[in-house]
């Protein structure tokens, strides 16, 4: 599974970047508003950082102007996925970007009815929300599995990008129902690597290493 980093915070891609832990960004216009920058200058910077996609999303609601602003947004740079919103205009903008050989994500999915169409739509990417439906309480991850079955019984291209995601449980799920990639909050990524098994037992053996009074540097 791909891992994305979910922020457009650079420093935080930056860490991440450095341990090759991220294989792509997303963002959306509230994570442009977080970082207070302005969407095609962190845009560039962060498509200049990363080798692989980037998500960098519309904000018209019509489809002539979505294809516009996907137009600009896609002339960042050759990494650069088009993000799209689930609507009926957000499918025709996908269908025409996809066209014209730009990478385009489709977010805000809430179905797998929305997902098919995406498919259908030549989408790079679908972006099922899983934590969003977990709040609404409905089964976010249920709908990760039923797009994998979709998509796997027609052969769809379309990668499965497993989205609002909040835990490190929702990563291994994720992975575990086969995902293509998930896109987390670095907080999250960085989770990962906590068991309080492992702290337990790195404190043992701090304490026996210290009692032999040896040294290895
Ligand atoms: C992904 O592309 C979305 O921007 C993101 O995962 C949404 O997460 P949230 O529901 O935590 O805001």
Redesign the pocket.
């Known amino acids: 599974m791909k891992f994305f980093a979910?922020t457009a915070e650079i420093d935080e891609i930056a860490e991440l970047n450095d341990l090759g832990m991220v294989d792509g960004v997303?963002?959306?216009p509230?994570?442009i508003l977080k970082s207070g920058r302005d969407i095609l200058e962190v845009t560039r910077e962060i498509a200049g950082m990363v080798e692989g996609p980037v998500?960098a999303e519309v904000v018209a609601l019509e489809a002539d102007d979505m294809l516009a602003e996907g137009r600009k947004l896609a002339e960042i740079a050759p990494n650069i996925a088009v993000?799209v919103p689930l609507t009926w205009a957000g499918l025709k903008t996908c269908k025409a970007l996809s066209a014209e050989g730009t990478m385009v994500?489709v977010?805000l999915c809430f179905s797998a009815n929305q997902a098919l169409l995406a498919a259908k739509a030549g989408a790079t990417f679908i972006?099922p929300?899983i934590?969003?439906l977990d709040d609404i309480n409905i089964d976010g991850m249920e709908l990760i599995a039923d797009i994998r079955a979709i998509y796997d019984n027609y052969g769809f291209e379309t990668q499965i990008?497993a989205?609002?995601?909040?835990s490190a449980n929702h990563m291994k799920d994720a992975a575990l129902i086969g995902a293509d990639v998930a896109?987390a909050?670095p907080s999250v990524i960085r989770k990962m690597a906590d068991h309080i098994l492992t702290d337990k037992g790195l404190e043992v053996f701090m304490k026996d290493w210290a009692k032999t009074g040896q040294k290895i540097l």
């Open positions: 979910d997303t963002t959306n509230s994570l998500s993000k994500n977010t972006s929300f934590g969003r990008l989205a609002s995601i909040r896109t909050p």
